[in-house]
């Protein structure tokens, strides 16, 4: 095996792997808001906000994220919704921003599915004599939600909202396809430059371990010093 | 005799199938401890928890402080919510919230549904503190307190809304023994300062010697009722006899 093509690309990898976490920290900024709005919607009262929210969750799990990404891809621009150029952003990341927002979105909105279930069922964990106590002293419904329920539920869901982060980082390889400058792509990249289709990918692995393997560890970490404040 | 504050006229409860509740018919006047008794699976909790909505009656009419609570209408508006307020309960796991200390725990609903200044509100909650012995807890967590410890602050909570009623669901029943006295204290101090209370409670002496009506259920109805010492002492249902032979 030759690594030596290294001294080269390293800086391939470094910019791929800078933009893989730039967008995978505001898919997952996009997942958490949407996840947010859909779990209060499915579980609360409304029939039919419940039903939208279970629908929403229900197709995109049962998707694959390959066709919701080029759905979005080329579906916006087939409907003529393109995203503003942001000089700024492109010379940040070296490739188009409004491309760039397509993987962002689609990351986003697969996420969001995901945050939602975890929501859901951090809301659900808590104790029913929580908002019973909270409703015997008079508060309403969504003041019962916003003070007593959601931010215990926060807490205990904020290890797996993180493990989610890491779920990001990794299937977020999927947008080199669509050309975002990804670390993947940039493996690829180093691919075809190189002529040697193997030693680029392994390397590209390492860099995604690197920055997974230390999340993990710091996720584990937080949620056991939590376990031990109960 | 004066308006009750709160009447019960044919309440009715059930879960699925089950008739929890199978018509009640009760009056609780101000300044009374209504002290409920039974078997488990009797129906005390429910009715209590009817009381103030926490259960809603299948069938039946609840009216407090002359307002007919049951009436859906009324509900709109947190209609519901005005009347809760007016309405403490304690129960049987205390149900703290933890991710609040003590402070914040009694101070909530004061400051966000009445809208007291948040000065006031924590002075409300000093002095209750006081009275119940507990004022060094002041900013402690709940898991760091003792049973006793949370059940009184679950009860200063209640309190701290200035409610014309206090209804106590089992509050000693999830504690260790050497623990229940002091619960009961706090409970005895406040029916001696006039406090309507409505307890369901297996703990029978305090029914004797603080509860100025003993209500016995049954298999969803009130089976008797009278003072303590008539009911405890001489029982005229069959069903009480048994029942107090086996607790006594």
Redesign the interface.
């Known amino acids: 095996m030759n690594f030596s093509f290294l001294s080269k690309y390293w800086s391939y990898y470094l910019i791929g792997a800078k933009n893989t976490v730039l967008l995978a920290l505001m898919a997952v900024v996009i997942g958490v808001m949407i996840g947010m709005v859909l779990a209060v919607a499915r579980v609360g009262k409304n029939k039919f906000l419940s039903f939208l929210a279970t629908a929403y969750v229900e197709f995109i799990r049962g998707t694959p994220l390959l066709v919701q990404l080029f759905i979005i891809y080329y579906g916006l621009q087939a409907i003529g919704i393109r995203f503003p150029d942001v000089p700024f952003m492109t010379g940040l990341l070296g490739i188009n921003f409004a491309d760039f927002m397509a993987g962002v979105i689609t990351m986003g909105i697969n996420s969001g599915a995901y945050v939602c279930e975890i929501f859901r069922s951090g809301v659900q964990s808590i104790d029913k004599g929580q908002s019973e106590a909270a409703r015997s002293l008079g508060l309403s419904y969504p003041k019962t939600l916003m003070y007593i329920v959601i931010p215990q539920a926060i807490r205990n869901v904020l290890p797996t909202l993180g493990n989610e982060f890491v779920v990001v980082i990794k299937e977020s390889s999927i947008v080199s396809i669509i050309g975002i400058a990804d670390l993947m792509y940039k493996a690829n990249t180093v691919r075809g430059n190189t002529f040697q289709p193997f030693e680029p990918l392994l390397v590209a692995a390492v860099v995604y371990f690197v920055l997974t393997f230390p999340l993990s560890k710091l996720l584990a970490r937080i949620e056991r010093r939590m376990r031990n404040h109960e | 005799m004066s308006e009750p504050l709160i009447r019960v006229s044919g309440l009715k409860k059930n879960f699925g199938k089950l008739e929890v509740l199978k018509g009640i018919d009760e009056s609780i006047f101000g300044g009374e401890v209504v002290v409920i008794i039974g078997p488990s699976g009797s129906g005390k909790s429910t009715f209590l928890r009817c009381l103030?909505l926490?259960e809603v009656p299948t069938a039946g009419q609840i009216w407090f402080d002359g307002v007919e609570i049951t009436d859906r209408s009324e509900w709109k508006n947190?209609g519901l919510?005005?009347h809760?307020?007016?309405?403490?309960?304690v129960?049987q796991?205390f149900?703290?919230?933890?991710?609040m200390d003590v402070l914040e725990n009694i101070i909530?609903?004061p400051v966000?549904?009445?809208g007291l200044p948040r000065a006031e509100a924590e002075d409300v909650a000093r002095d209750l503190l006081e009275q119940v012995g507990l004022t060094d807890k002041i900013h402690a967590h709940p898991?760091q307190l003792s049973g006793g410890q949370k059940q009184r602050i679950?009860i200063v909570?209640?309190l701290a809304?200035k409610p014309k009623v206090m209804l106590f669901d089992e509050p000693t029943s999830a504690l260790d023994p050497e623990m229940v006295g002091e619960v009961l204290g706090v409970m005895k101090n406040l029916a001696g300062q006039g406090m309507t209370m409505a307890v369901v409670t297996h703990e029978m002496r305090f029914a004797r010697e603080v509860g100025s009506r003993v209500l016995f259920m049954d298999d969803g109805i009130i089976l008797e009722q009278g003072k303590p010492e008539e009911l405890f002492n001489a029982p005229r249902n069959e069903r009480t006899k048994e029942f107090l032979a086996k607790v006594m």
């Open positions: 103030n926490l947190g919510d005005a809760r307020r007016e309405m403490g309960m129960f796991h149900n703290l919230f933890p991710h909530l609903s966000k549904v009445k898991a679950a909570r209640a809304m």
